[in-house]
């Protein structure tokens, strides 16, 4: 296939680039940076088969040529990005979408939109199945990430209703692996680099809120299953085992060796008491379930982190 992917130099983006790139496709990735990194995709720029656009899908997006999908992850995702540039995030993910959207209907393409677990707020429900329609404050720090992905799915549900386009759909559950940006305010980033440092382990409120946690590979393996299927969607790509912040923090000690104590702060405003995902979906329509287990998948990241800090 002939595939384009926004946000191709993003954590996500390279790493699923890199697995097209694999099986055989050829693709187009798209990125402005704001960001993603050239160093994600280094490796990737002498194929043959791999073609880099620095441009802002927030704006316009233009391919030549046949394309067979236009995979949309564009999109900064991580809470230290919803304070300091929260107009880009709400553009990309409302006009960014419609002008992805707009080029798989032109290409004639299936159209992939990578949205997120976020949509489901600070869930009444545990775990969060996709018929559950989530509970999402719209005007707190956290709107305008988890608006923009509704929104994004609100569009992306109208075209293939309207305009017939063939649409998928994910929710991306909390996701890691190298790529990583070391300073992107995640929970897995910001333990990692204090305990590598040897600086205290920050961990917000008193650490029982829990998250699942989705190891790159894991996660893109399971967009390729949805990608290639036959599921509109939207489906959970994520992992069901539940851990504790509190548990990722002493993790995150132990596989570093580090010394570091563990402090605690003010819990941020809107930030979820518990995020886990049902995968009855993923495993009955997709045959997809995650395999990495949080330990060995954090020696990775670590291993990555020492290359780059």
Same mark, same amino acid.
Not at 45 to 55: A, D, I
Not at 79 to 104: C, M, N, W, Y
Not at 126 to 143: A, D, F, K, L, S
Not at 168 to 194: C, E, H, K, W
């Given at each position: 296939?002939?595939?384009?992917?926004?946000?191709?130099?993003?954590?996500?983006?390279?790493?699923?680039? &890199?697995?097209?790139?694999?099986?055989?496709?050829?693709?187009?990735?798209?990125?402005?940076?704001?960001?993603?990194?050239? &160093?994600?995709?280094?490796?990737?720029?002498?194929?043959?088969?791999?073609?880099?656009?620095?441009?802002?899908?927030?704006?316009?997006?233009?391919?030549?040529?046949?394309?067979?999908?236009?995979?949309?992850?564009?999109?900064?995702?991580?809470?230290?990005?919803?304070?300091?540039?929260?107009?880009?995030?709400?553009?990309?993910?409302?006009?960014?979408?419609?002008?992805?959207?707009?080029? *798989?209907?032109?290409?004639?393409?299936? %159209?992939?939109?990578?949205?997120?677990? /976020?949509?489901?707020?600070?869930?009444?429900?545990?775990?969060?199945?996709?018929?559950?329609?989530?509970?999402?404050?719209?005007?707190?720090?956290?709107?305008?990430?988890?608006?923009?992905?509704?929104? *994004? /799915?609100?569009?992306?549900?109208?075209?293939?209703?309207?305009?017939?386009?063939?649409? @998928?759909?994910?929710?991306? %559950?909390?996701?890691?692996?190298?790529?990583?940006?070391?300073?992107?305010? @995640?929970?897995?980033?910001? %333990?990692?680099?204090?305990?590598?440092?040897?600086?205290?382990?920050?961990?917000?409120?008193?650490?029982?809120?829990?998250?699942?946690?989705?190891?790159?590979?894991?996660?893109?393996?399971?967009?390729?299953?949805?990608?290639?299927?036959?599921?509109?969607?939207?489906?959970?790509?994520?992992?069901?085992?539940?851990?504790?912040?509190?548990?990722?923090?002493?993790?995150?000690?132990?596989?570093?060796?580090?010394?570091?104590?563990?402090?605690?702060?003010? @819990?941020?405003?809107?930030?979820?008491?518990?995020?886990?995902?049902?995968?009855?979906?993923?495993?009955?329509?997709?045959?997809?379930?995650?395999?990495?287990?949080?330990? /060995?998948?954090?020696? @990775?990241?670590?291993?990555?982190?020492?290359?780059?800090?």
């Amino acid at each position: 296939m002939r595939v384009v992917v926004t946000g191709g130099a993003g954590f996500l983006g390279s790493h699923l680039c &890199r697995k097209l790139l694999d099986r055989g496709d050829e693709v187009i990735a798209i990125d402005n940076l704001i960001t993603g990194a050239m &160093r994600n995709i280094d490796d990737l720029m002498g194929r043959k088969e791999f073609t880099f656009q620095h441009s802002d899908v927030s704006n316009f997006v233009h391919v030549s040529g046949g394309v067979d999908a236009v995979m949309h992850l564009a999109s900064p995702a991580s809470p230290a990005d919803f304070e300091r540039i929260p107009i880009q995030i709400l553009k990309v993910g409302s006009r960014g979408t419609q002008h992805a959207l707009g080029l *798989a209907k032109d290409k004639n393409a299936r %159209f992939f939109l990578a949205s997120t677990s /976020e949509v489901y707020g600070d869930p009444l429900v545990h775990p969060q199945p996709e018929t559950y329609w989530g509970n999402v404050n719209p005007i707190g720090p956290r709107g305008v990430y988890d608006e923009a992905k509704r929104f *994004a /799915e609100a569009i992306t549900m109208a075209y293939h209703r309207y305009h017939g386009v063939e649409v @998928r759909i994910v929710r991306i %559950f909390n996701t890691y692996g190298p790529g990583m940006r070391p300073d992107d305010g @995640r929970a897995v980033s910001n %333990f990692l680099v204090q305990a590598m440092h040897g600086k205290p382990i920050t961990v917000y409120g008193d650490g029982s809120q829990s998250r699942s946690f989705t190891y790159v590979d894991d996660e893109i393996r399971g967009f390729l299953a949805l990608l290639d299927g036959n599921e509109t969607g939207p489906i959970n790509i994520g992992n069901d085992v539940e851990y504790t912040i509190l548990e990722l923090a002493r993790l995150a000690i132990e596989v570093t060796g580090s010394s570091s104590e563990i402090v605690y702060e003010p @819990r941020p405003v809107d930030d979820p008491t518990q995020r886990k995902p049902d995968l009855t979906l993923a495993r009955s329509l997709l045959g997809w379930e995650p395999v990495t287990q949080l330990r /060995e998948g954090l020696e @990775r990241t670590a291993a990555y982190f020492k290359t780059v800090l």
